[in-house]
């Protein structure tokens, strides 16, 4: 008995360290954002206690409102978008092995490891009035089709939608497709046994393993269009209008340009919290029978 609590008192110095590390980078700065959405505060005067009255007006902010109507649509191109397409792409190609198959993996994950600044520099070009895009529509004689993408009240938010299915598609398809190899062979075989073509057999074998993988791409892809905020902010700053804003996007705005700290922090605790209960739901679904 001695023994075992020594073992355990000898494994709690070994992460020591680790957990001091963690609760003053991750847990302290958690504890003062929350403290800080009690005050009315402008980063440099003295604080004013307005207790739960930023998360009020957090609730009554119609561009707040916008913006999670924004989030709704973003998260429809960054999550559910390239995981169906992920998907597609494990069926295709996990059990099969083809030519130009590692490069084709090479190219969908090669914006995971770009820059966010990358990224935007290189879509804010492409998606420009005299950009690529435009030009390959003109000499497809799909003149009509061209305008300023990025500029445009109804299209800005769908062209930054397409980019995020872009950055994230690489990382669905890597996650099913090394999933999809570790499905046993003779599940395949049994289904075949039973009659089973191609499509019956990815809803009966494929998609059933590839729980874990799927919920694990929903929590990042999700909490990823929850936090976007670098890409909007070095394309269209939340423009036109207000027709890409985003909760993060606002937080950054009534912080830095408004200087309205405890409001801000309101909308960071406010989607640390959002992010959290998702993720805790996707799990527990995922692991549910």
Known sequence: MHGKRRGRFVGWLYILPALLLYGGVVLYPAIQSVNISLYSWDGVSTPTWVGLGNYTDFLSDPELRIAIEHIGVLVVFYAFVPILLGLLSASLLARHARRGYAVYRWVIFLPQVLTSVVVAVLWKQLYG?????????????????????????????????????????????????????????????????????????????????????????????????????????????????????????????????????????????VMAVVCLLLALVIVRVSEQD
């Open 129 to 269: 009035p005299d950009g690529p895009i435009n030009t390959a529509l003109e000499a497809v004689g799909l003149g009509a089709l061209t305008k300023d993408w990025l500029g445009d009240f109804t299209w800005a938010l769908p062209a930054l939608g397409l980019v995020g299915t872009w950055t994230t598609l690489g990382l669905c398809m890597v996650l099913f497709v090394s999933g999809s190899a570790a499905i046993p062979t003779s599940l395949y075989d049994a289904a075949r046994v039973d009659g089973a073509g191609a499509v019956r057999e990815f809803f009966a074998v494929t998609l059933p393993a590839l729980r874990p993988q799927i919920a694990v791409a929903l929590v990042l892809t999700v909490t990823g269009a929850l936090r976007t905020f670098d890409l909007v902010w070095l394309t269209t700053r939340g423009g036109p209008g207000t027709s890409t804003i985003t909760p993060s996007l606002l937080l950054y705005v009534k912080a830095f340009s408004i200087g309205d700290v405890g409001a801000a922090a309101a909308i960071g605790v």
